[in-house]
C-alpha cells in the first residue's frame, strides 16, 4: 500500500500548500483532481485528505477510515461553512479542518517515519554582551575546532540583519537552503529533504540567514529546525542576537536543552552591560557561561571574574586576524584558534 497521503482537489492554492508540508515531512503526496481518479485510489492509500470543493462529489463513494477534509481560509476568522460540515459528515470524514491555522496539525500527520539519530544532539547558543563583542567569530572558531576533532556540526545564524554567516567561511556562493526558505515551517523537518540542501564548507553545514532578505523564524520554525539539529549532528550551534537571547524565554523551544554562553570582551562597558544582563539570562538559560575575549590594552580576565562574580569558562584573544580571516571567508588559525580547541573539550562527551 502506497504510504503517500491521496489529496483530492482542483483548488491549486490548497495542493501547493499541503504539498509543501507533505514535502517538509519527508512523505510526499498523490493528487487526484477529480472523482474518477479518487475512485481508482480510495481503498488504497492509509491516508486521504480531500480539499472541500470536491467534497461534496466524492459523498457517493464508500465509508473508510483516515479521511480529513481540508478548508482552504486564508483569511482567518471565517467559520467553517455549514455545508462543509454536512458533505464532510456524508462522507464519513473524521476531521474539519482550516488552513493555514491547522497547519500544525497536519504537519505532523504528513511527517515521515523518524530517522535514525546518530548525532548526540548538544545545542550550544552564543551570544555578546554588546556589538562587536566577538560571538559570530567565537561560533565560527569554535563549529571548525568540533569538527577537526572529528564531531559533526550544524552552524545556525540567529542574526537576521547581519548579513549571513556564511559570509565568514566563504560559503556565500554555495547554493542551497537558507532560513527564508524555512522562517515559516511547522512540524517536524525530515532528514532526507533537508539534510542534503544544507550549505556545507570547511566541514560544517550551514543555516544562514540571506542578503535578499530579512525572514526572521517564528517560534514554531525554531522548534522544528533545533529539533532537526539534535537528531543529525553531534553539536548544533547558533549564533544568537543580544537581544534574542535576553528574551529566550519566550522563544525558545522548551524541550531544546537551555544552554547559553556570553561572550564578554574584558573592557569596563561591556563587563558593566554584562553585570546588567547575567541576571536576566539566568532567568532564561539553564546553564550560562562567560567567555572571555581579552585584550592586552584592556581589563584582566580576574578583573571580569570579580566584576560579574563568575570565572569565566574559557578566555579567547582579542586578536585582530580572527576579523583579517572573516573578511577573507577563511577560519582563523593561531592563538585563535587554539583557544577555541581548548573550549571545544568542554562540548565533548562526558
Known sequence: MDIRPLLVSANLPLIEHVRSLADAGGIGVEVAENVA???????????ILVGDDLCEQLTGLPKRRDVSVLLWQPFTGSE????????????????VVQLPEADS???ELLTGPEQPNEGTGRVLAISGVCGGAGASSLAVGLASAVQKAGSTVLLVDGDFSGGGIDLLLGGEGLAGTR???LSDLTGRLSTASLLPTLPSTCGISLLSSSR????EPTPQAWASLLNFGERNFDLVIVDLQRGQALVADQWWPPDVATELWCVVPTRIRPIAAAAVSLERWDQC????????????????????????GRTPLGIVPNDV??????????????AFAKACAQLAIELSPK
Do not use: C, F, K, Y
Not at 467553517?80 to 473524521?94: D, F, K, R
Open 37 to 47: 481518479q479518487a475512485r481508482e485510489q480510495w481503498n488504497s492509500r492509509l491516508l
Open 80 to 95: 467553517t461553512p455549514s455545508v462543509v460540515w454536512q458533505t464532510a459528515l456524508a462522507l464519513g470524514a473524521e476531521h
Open 105 to 107: 496539525w497536519l504537519a
Open 179 to 181: 532560513w527564508p526558505e
Open 212 to 215: 535578499n532578505s530579512i525572514a
Open 285 to 308: 538559560w539553564q546553564r550560562v557561561e562567560v567567555i572571555a575575549r581579552h585584550s592586552e590594552r584592556g581589563l584582566s580576565p580576574s578583573d571580569l571574574a570579580r566584576a560579574l
Open 321 to 334: 586576524a580572527v576579523m583579517a580571516a572573516g573578511e577573507l571567508g577563511e577560519v582563523s588559525g593561531g
